[in-house]
Each structure stands twice: as C-alpha cells, then as structure tokens.
C-alpha cells in the first residue's frame, strides 16, 4: 500500500473521528442522541436514508450481481425506490400526523402504543438481532473492500480496524454523528463512482467493443433473469421501507410531514437508477477484466463480491487508490453505523429502558452509549463468522420483515389489532423464514423463505385475531 493511499485513507477515518467526537458535545439529551433532534432538513435525511439502505452491503453486493449478471442486478434496487415512494405516500404521513408518536424514539414503542407492551418487546428483539446481523454484513463489506484492495491485509485484521473505526464514532456522537456523516459519506461515494472508479475502469479494459466482444449478449440486456429473482428481492427489500428502526428514527428526525416526504422521495431516485445502474456497471466492468486476464486471480478462487476491489486494486495509481478507497468505505460506514444506531435504540429504550430508572439524562446517554458499544462489539463477532455479505445482509432484512411487516400493516392501517395475534405473527413468520433458510433447499416456484414467512405471519395473524376478539382498540382511543 503506497503512503500517499494511506494518508488519504487515515486521514478520512480521523475526519470521521473528528464528526463523532464533535457531536458527543452537541447532544445534550435523548432526542439529540436517537433522533437528531427531531429538527433535520430533507437533503441531510434523503442522503442518509439512501446512504443507510445502499450502503457498504449493497455497494459491494451490486457489484457481484453486476460481476455474475450484467446491467440486470439493477433491479435489485428497483425494489428500494418502489419501497421508499410506497412509504413517504402511506407511512410518512401516518407515522408524523398522529401526536401519539410524536416524542417516540424506536420502532418498537409504536408497536407497544398499537398493541400492548409484551407486543412491543417481541418487536425489539426482533429488530435487535436482525439490526445486529445487517451491521456485521456492513462491516464484512469494508472488510472485503480492504483485504481486496491492500495487499497483505488479511480478511479478520480489516474486519477489527473497520468495526473499531464504526463503532467508536457511532458510540460518540450518536445519530447526529450518523447523519451528517452519510451526507458526507454519500457525495463521496459518488464523486468516486462517477470521476474516478467508472471511467478508469472503462478505459482500462478497452472501451466499448472490447467490453461487448468479451461477455455474452445478456450481459447488456435488462431482461437477464428471472421472475424469481425480481420477486425475492421485491419481497425481501420492499416492506422493509415499512418495518426499517433506522428509516422510523429519520421520520422521527424528520422537521414535519413534508419535509420527511421530500427526503424520501430524494433517496429512492438516489437508489434507482443513479446507484444501481452505478454499481452493476463497475461489477460488469470486474468482469470484463477478469476475463481479460487483467486480474491476476484464479478463476477458481475469485468470489464475485470481491472483482471490484481487486480491479480498483489493479487499475489505480496511488492516490486515486486511496481516494476511490475512501469513497467505498463511506458507503460501508454510512450503513454501520445506522444499523448499530437502530439496534442500540432498541437495547437502550425498548429493552433495559422498561426497568433501568436514570436520575439524569446525561447518565442515560452515557448507558447509550456503553450499550451502543457493546452491540458493536457483538456484531463484529458475528462478522468474523461470515464469509459473504449480501447472503447475511438479506437474511437480516428477511428475519426483520418476516416477523414485523404483517404486525405493523394491521396495526397502522386497520381496525383488526390484537396483542396475542401480532406476537404469533411474529414468531410463526420468523420461525418459518428462519428454519426454510438454514435448511436450504430448493422451496417450491423458487421463492425466497421470506415469502412463506411473510405468508405464515398473515394466515396466523387473521386465524389468532378471528379466534380471540380485538381487545385492544380502546387502549388507542384514549391516546387519540
């Protein structure tokens, strides 16, 4: 690794320090910690949204898809502007407009306010171990880019340095710290795809005949797969704009309803086309290289998920390394550190916060943060027990919306709640995608576990809700 690179890189890791260690003095209490405030403007939200949801996982998960599939893998992201579209038109305005939630910080303590507590904590959970997972695919995409692209590096000791960089920022400053920072994060990102990832790498594997010449016809087709594919990720990535803790606390964040909806508006463009046609592009251009001979890797050592990486490894000269670097681990941290956001804001209110009495709000930040610690620490355990990233990002969305996407659909947009029927729900569906994806055998119509997950939690909720009359409609006409 050339000095100049590893400048550019340390430098960007302490300017990610600096922001954390900035906003620990800014935030004075609860709200500045989980929710920013609850005063931030549509572009700083819609850059975060979109920098959480794309991310590290989906950055280098693109980039397989587009080594594997050509131009096709765009549509994986297809499925995120339909879901974030869906949400700032239905879920934005009835989450902002009902002053019950107005001074709420997770998730969760909407479920407790539809249903009932015991509700609510299966829902923390829930989302806890399905945040955990995500943020250890985050830090396994960082990990990837960097033992991929620094020669020497292995894959664990990338794992550390990049969980250790996450988590002490995140612990700092909170999700002020998280937001600023994508917005950060984001422009780089994108100035590294369009001004130096994207054209080198064309002009480095010949241009466009050679490009055509050197993969088959598919490759440049949008058509190159199946129904199946379109529908597992649909199933899979579109409720979650629906059951996300990191997208509930930027509508929490948000300055009003308009101003939410504005945000995410602005991230499903960001999504699609802009990014995902950005990342299968430079995975299809991997892929060109590789079968030119011009990455120096055996074809039967080569993961998809890693052609990127080792590409920019071999393509740029020092400097341009170490920028384009930064700009990749911008999209793997603007993911971590929302997701180890979510999943703190869940252990800390949702869980320990029902019985753990604070004699002030500086010392409950200060458990804030301890707890933000510790699940870091836990999900890097987890990430160094994994070997691909978007295998355990999506298995993390499906647990999530397996068990909390039925709960919530009834609950914010029907007359039909019941606490015993939202929490089989959500053990049936969870249950289900869990069991059918460990198992891993071909399902029927090859669909995703999550779609009998899904399918499970919704026959369970209506036979529970029609066995056991909805005793819990009373309870939301007091808080009206």
Same mark, same amino acid.
């Given at each position: 690794?050339?000095?100049?690179?590893?400048?550019?890189?340390?430098?960007?890791?302490?300017?990610?320090?600096?922001?954390?260690?900035?906003?620990?003095?800014?935030?004075?209490?609860?709200?500045?910690?989980?929710?920013?405030?609850?005063?931030?403007?549509?572009?700083?939200?819609?850059?975060?949204?979109?920098?959480?949801?794309?991310?590290?996982?989906?950055?280098?998960?693109?980039?397989?898809?587009?080594?594997?599939?050509?131009?096709?893998?765009?549509?994986?992201?297809?499925?995120?502007?339909?879901?974030?579209?869906?949400?700032?038109?239905?879920?934005?305005?009835?989450?902002?407009?009902?002053?019950?939630?107005?001074?709420?910080?997770?998730?969760?303590?909407?479920?407790?306010?539809?249903?009932?507590?015991?509700?609510?904590?299966?829902?923390?959970?829930?989302?806890?171990?399905?945040?955990?997972?995500?943020?250890?695919?985050?830090?396994?995409?960082?990990?990837?880019?960097?033992?991929?692209?620094?020669?020497?590096?292995?894959?664990?000791?990338?794992?550390?340095?990049?969980?250790?960089?996450?988590?002490?920022?995140?612990?700092?400053?909170?999700?002020?710290?998280?937001?600023?920072?994508?917005?950060?994060?984001?422009?780089?990102?994108?100035?590294?795809?369009?001004?130096?990832?994207?054209?080198?790498?064309?002009?480095?594997?010949?241009?466009?005949?050679?490009?055509?010449?050197?993969?088959?016809?598919?490759?440049?087709?949008?058509?190159?797969?199946?129904?199946?594919?379109?529908?597992?990720?649909?199933?899979?990535?579109?409720?979650?704009?629906?059951?996300?803790?990191?997208?509930?606390?930027?509508?929490?964040?948000?300055?009003?309803?308009?101003?939410? /909806?504005?945000?995410? @508006? *602005?991230? !499903?463009?960001?999504?699609?086309? &802009?990014?995902?046609? +950005?990342?299968?592009? $430079?995975? %299809?251009?991997?892929?060109?290289?590789?079968?030119?001979?011009?990455?120096?890797?055996?074809?039967?050592?080569?993961?998809?998920?890693?052609?990127?990486?080792?590409?920019?490894?071999?393509?740029?000269?020092?400097?341009?390394?170490?920028?384009?670097?930064?700009?990749?681990?911008?999209?793997?941290?603007?993911?971590?550190?929302?997701?180890?956001?979510?999943?703190?804001?869940?252990?800390?209110?949702?869980?320990?916060?029902?019985?753990?009495?604070?004699?002030?709000?500086?010392?409950?930040?200060?458990?804030? /943060?301890?707890?933000? @610690? *510790?699940? !870091?620490?836990?999900?890097?355990? &987890?990430?160094?027990? +994994?070997?691909?990233? $978007?295998? %355990?990002?999506?298995?993390?969305?499906?647990?999530?919306?397996?068990?909390?996407?039925?709960?919530?659909?009834?609950?914010?947009?029907?007359?039909?709640?019941?606490?015993?029927?939202?929490?089989?729900?959500?053990?049936?569906?969870?249950?289900?995608?869990?069991?059918?994806?460990?198992?891993?055998?071909?399902?029927?119509?090859?669909?995703?576990?999550?779609?009998?997950?899904?399918?499970?939690?919704?026959?369970?909720?209506?036979?529970?809700?029609?066995?056991?009359?909805?005793?819990?409609?009373?309870?939301?006409?007091?808080?009206?």
């Amino acid at each position: 690794m050339h000095y100049i690179d590893l400048g550019i890189f340390v430098g960007y890791m302490l300017l990610m320090l600096g922001i954390g260690y900035y906003f620990m003095h800014q935030n004075k209490n609860q709200d500045d910690y989980f929710v920013g405030g609850r005063n931030i403007g549509s572009w700083h939200i819609g850059l975060s949204v979109v920098a959480t949801d794309v991310g590290g996982g989906f950055s280098v998960g693109l980039g397989g898809l587009g080594f594997l599939m050509g131009i096709s893998g765009s549509w994986m992201l297809f499925t995120g502007l339909l879901g974030a579209w869906l949400a700032g038109v239905f879920l934005i305005p009835r989450i902002k407009q009902d002053r019950a939630f107005a001074n709420f910080y997770t998730f969760p303590q909407i479920f407790e306010y539809l249903f009932s507590k015991k509700v609510g904590l299966v829902a923390a959970f829930i989302s806890l171990i399905g945040y955990l997972g995500f943020t250890s695919s985050q830090l396994l995409a960082g990990a990837k880019l960097a033992s991929g692209t620094f020669e020497g590096l292995s894959l664990n000791q990338a794992l550390i340095f990049m969980g250790a960089i996450a988590v002490i920022y995140t612990v700092l400053g909170g999700l002020k710290a998280v937001i600023y920072t994508d917005t950060i994060q984001w422009i780089i990102l994108m100035l590294g795809f369009i001004f130096i990832g994207l054209p080198i790498a064309y002009f480095h594997v010949g241009g466009w005949e050679v490009i055509q010449s050197s993969l088959p016809p598919e490759f440049f087709r949008l058509d190159n797969l199946t129904w199946q594919d379109f529908a597992n990720w649909g199933i899979t990535i579109l409720p979650i704009w629906f059951i996300g803790m990191t997208l509930y606390q930027r509508i929490f964040a948000s300055r009003d309803v308009k101003s939410a /909806q504005k945000a995410w @508006f *602005i991230a !499903g463009i960001f999504e699609w086309p &802009i990014m995902a046609f +950005m990342g299968v592009a $430079l995975g %299809l251009l991997s892929r060109v290289a590789f079968e030119q001979g011009l990455l120096f890797v055996d074809v039967d050592m080569l993961d998809p998920e890693m052609g990127i990486p080792i590409l920019l490894r071999t393509i740029l000269p020092p400097g341009i390394l170490g920028l384009m670097m930064a700009a990749y681990f911008s999209a793997v941290l603007s993911t971590a550190d929302s997701c180890l956001m979510a999943a703190s804001g869940n252990l800390t209110t949702d869980i320990f916060g029902k019985w753990m009495k604070f004699k002030s709000e500086d010392k409950q930040m200060r458990f804030s /943060q301890l707890f933000t @610690f *510790i699940l !870091g620490s836990g999900a890097l355990m &987890i990430a160094l027990q +994994m070997t691909n990233v $978007l295998e %355990l990002m999506l298995y993390s969305y499906a647990f999530m919306v397996s068990g909390l996407f039925i709960p919530i659909m009834f609950g914010l947009f029907t007359n039909k709640r019941n606490p015993d029927a939202a929490i089989a729900s959500m053990i049936c569906g969870g249950l289900v995608t869990l069991t059918l994806g460990f198992i891993g055998s071909e399902l029927p119509l090859g669909l995703d576990p999550n779609f009998y997950g899904i399918t499970t939690a919704l026959v369970i909720y209506l036979l529970v809700f029609k066995l056991r009359k909805p005793n819990h409609q009373i309870k939301l006409k007091a808080y009206a």
